[in-house]
């Protein structure tokens, strides 16, 4: 099997994002990163999938709670 072109992969390797631009191996490690950081989000929340419906059921109404154009009672 041959040897990989690492120059030639370097060199293509490159992030911009607006102002942000990386280039090498820095471009390699955020890409990296944020595929590693993404698989561990969708790890977490597999594992919470059985009690999220409740944990936003209760973000819904502690959200109608605060609301502040709802009709107060008068006590």
Known sequence: MAVPDFARI???SQIRYG???ARGV???LLGVGA???TAGTVNALALAAPSLAEALREATKLVDAMRADRP???A
């Open 72 to 74: 107060r009672l008068n």
């Open 10 to 12: 370097l060199r293509a």
């Open 19 to 21: 102002g942000f631009r």
């Open 26 to 28: 820095p471009a390699i």
């Open 35 to 37: 595929v590693v950081l």
